[in-house]
């Protein structure tokens, strides 16, 4: 039986249209948190090819009692996650992009983003493979069940 949440009219009933370009840009800014569980980490580590507690020491910290992973301050004083990586063209994007954590996964679907219509172009600023205008724009459509999904998916 649909949550009564889930049969509530929202703004985005009628989708929204996003692509990831990999540019990075949802991988800096204002410092914050990058959650990740026990699962996330061991696949982690396991593409970097070491152990889960030697990944745990070099790349996260504990803040609130859950582990997230580590920034450093860039040239512009913004924080970068730290997979966050320029390739030799100069382009950024995420060095762990296959195996990355589900609060990664789930941009720009959060709860915060989807608010209103304010809020998700607030977002689409920085995120080029966002919509501004909600279903009308580019990118992969995604109705409004494939969004609960994604939302709900996520524990950050």
């Keep these: 039986m649909p949550d009564s949440a889930d049969t509530q009219t929202t703004w985005y009933d009628d989708g929204l249209s996003f692509t990831c370009t990999q540019c990075g840009n949802c991988c800096t800014g204002p410092t914050g948190y990058v ?8 696949e982690m580590a396991d593409h970097l090819g070491m152990k889960k507690v030697e990944f745990l020491q070099i790349y996260s910290f504990v803040e609130y009692g859950r582990r997230t992973l580590k920034e450093i ?5 913004e924080y970068d996650c730290v997979f ?3 390739n030799k ?3 950024r994007g995420c ?3 296959s195996v990355r ?3 990664c996964r789930t941009w720009p679907f959060w709860p915060e983003n989807l608010k209103t219509p304010k809020h998700w172009e607030r977002a689409s600023v920085r995120c080029p493979g966002m919509t501004a205008g909600g279903a ?4 992969k459509f995604y109705p409004i069940e494939d969004i609960r999904v994604i939302r709900d998916s996520n524990d950050g």
């Design 35 to 42: 959650w990740f569980n026990d699962q996330e980490a061991r």
């Design 95 to 97: 060095s762990i992009y």
């Design 136 to 139: 009308k724009g580019q990118g």
């Design 73 to 77: 301050q860039n040239k512009q004083g």
């Design 89 to 91: 063209e100069g382009q």
């Design 84 to 86: 966050l990586k320029e």
């Design 101 to 103: 954590p589900q609060q």
